[in-house]
């Protein structure tokens, strides 16, 4: 066993006794850690600014510190965050259902926690409170390896975390923090003690921790999200959602990547496009094949479909109705979130009903894609995967189920040779 | 694009469309199904009767003929079970929450079909009427691949199939069926249009998928289920427990294949047991270590603790606690179903709690752990997975959801600045 394993082995053995820990010890913990962020503000503070100012002399790229940094503001949300999720309600041992199958045998599938979740975040240390306040509430126990740009900030927001967990009664080891990067491919392989991974980074990060490991993966590689500006559109509503679709925050995986404009639309969306576009950040259209003659846009290639710009770049292509604009998405698309304007019932009917995504929306910015904004408390991140959890992903997706039976000696040979018969009655609880 | 690319391509396009199909017309596909089982009842039986000859030329093992086999009973339940399925609700299209985000917003999560469901079984042709019946239902589109000694009943049961999904309105494409061995390396490689693999067979078998493949897989390759008789036990219940456990079909993956015994039961369950073991299969017991003084069994080693044997052989160990039992268990055991016999309500609760399977039981025999049996009315498969579904498999594990929202030109712009706040107020649908 190398050291990593010996963690995870740990780690689970832990989880079992933190699945069946009362849920006191676990909001205790939560609320614990949002005292102890408060407490220790000063040296998280100092430390993250040391840690900055070494990945600037490193010669880090711009926006990679800016989620480096934390602040008072930061550190306020997440105080909050933790309180909040204190409110929320125990996601573990609810009865999904009860059923007698006989008399005297029951059989109840009860909620609980996966067990033992490998998350691995590049760079934002705070993703390292959200994800562990996560698995405390939901009684999975957690392994965490942070970007190493962040290897101070992480060690004492980890010993926050784990401090606030062994003082409020939660096992030892239900928590661990990875350092180095060697330990990412030992993680990979501990598909014996690991039940899920949670990877959070760049595309190519994520999609190696997919290739590489045997272990269930939750969450998305690349974010293609479409606006689909149809024939019956409102063009003032259409033209907003789109710059807001893509400018509201550019690198997010829900932000907007190509837009579809049907064709008999397209005039009227481009004159109220120029008309409010100056209240946006500037986007550079790139259109692929004839735009209707619009002259706005940078000529651009078949490449530019189903490409993630993570910039104000935004394809444009048009389509000549809904069926193709359908089509087009669920080639090019990544299965994550795609809107369509529209006044038009049965239009937006068709596209909720074959569009094959996580999130299909109609009137509204794909930018709403968010655990926070869907009123989930938090979220772990957004999954493409169409098994177990999809789109954003709170607390419910922390969770699976076992089945209990309960009888009084009963066994298969009397139903078998016809002594008795199943009767198979709903409970209700 | 190699061949069963196109096969998978084109059985992905049909889904989108068997997804939205109306339920009537999957309900008719599957009542035509079983109008055409009976109609052809003949030819079935005879085309089965050829596969049988030509298995048994080629020396195939008897336990094999016997699955591969049809006769008049199997076919009546295959028509029977369709029929139940059609009277089952439809799990396609149910709201499973809606909440308003604000004035005019509104989400919703939708359950909806996962998409391709991709399955590969050995022998059993009743199983491809079985799977490809509870994909329609739930407007899953299917690829289906048999065993290659069942060629010519599969053919005639695939014609069936797709015949019924075809005059009842369903995609041309809806389901596919694969012949040969080189195609399910080439499906397994399909990852861009198979969103889900089921693989039914033998343990090295699934393994292998498991093993060789980007889809997600669903179901177990080991079933290794224990029966724990604890201190306070009735020993007339654990006796019979324990020899239906094991003997009631030793070649299934819910037989045990260890027993726990505690110290201080061991003398009084073996009385029992060899008061009534006679009515029973005879059943070989392998005692692992000092099991009290008990002569009725052969010498085992610690190889046979964690091992399947499918067959009438069990594995013997003497435990000093309850506690030792679950350790035992959640070491050795695959996450299948483990059963404690016990008249105390404690010790059974912290089985429940503390044992990490699918299914856990008091008093009664793991043999129960099926999908009729649990009143799903049928099932895919045994999920020993922990992510999505978990156990026997039935409908419910056939979907997924995706969220709808609606809105009225909402940007998240508004919102990131302050202009608008969310409401988040759970609807009642």
Known sequence: MNNTE???????????????????????ALLKAAELLSERRAEILAV????????????IARPMLKRLALNDNKLDSLITGLRDLVEL???????????????????????????????????????????????????????????????????????IMITAARESGLPENCLAL???????SELLACDKY????????????????????????????????HVYVDEHADPVKAARIVCDAKTQYPAACNAAETLLLHKSIAGSFFKEYDR????????????????????GCEQGSEDDLGREFSDNVLAVKVVSSVEEAIAHINRYGSKHTDSIVTENDDAAELFFRLVDSAGVYR??????????????????????SKIHARGPVGLDGLMTYKYILIGEGHIVGDYASGVKSFKHVDMIF
């Open 6 to 28: 010996k963690i995870a082995c740990a780690v689970k053995d832990a989880a079992i006794f933190a699945a069946s820990s009362p849920e006191d010890n676990r909001n205790r």
């Open 194 to 225: 690991v039940d899920l991974l949670i990877p959070r980074g760049s595309n190519s990060f994520v999609r190696y921790i997919m290739d590489n490991t045997n272990i269930p993966v939750m969450g998305h590689a690349a974010g293609v999200c």
């Open 276 to 295: 409010i576009k100056d209240e946006f950040p500037k986007i550079t259209l790139r259109a692929v094949g004839d735009i209707c003659g619009y002259t």
């Open 363 to 384: 009137n509204c910015s794909t930018r709403f894609a968010d655990g926070f904004r869907y009123g989930f408390g938090a979220e772990v991140g957004i999954s493409t």
């Open 48 to 59: 993250n600014a040391a840690d900055m100012s070494a990945a600037e002399k490193n010669g």
């Open 89 to 159: 309600p125990d996601p573990n041992g609810k009865v999904r259902f009860a059923r007698q199958l006989d008399d005297g045998l029951v059989l109840k599938c009860i909620s609980c926690p996966i067990g033992v979740i490998g998350v691995v975040f590049e760079a934002r240390p705070e993703a390292l409170v959200q994800i562990a306040s996560l698995c405390i509430k939901s009684g999975n126990g957690a392994i965490l390896k942070g970007g190493s740009e962040a290897l101070n900030s992480n060690r004492v927001l980890f010993d």
């Open 178 to 184: 990875l350092e180095s990067r060697e330990q990412i």
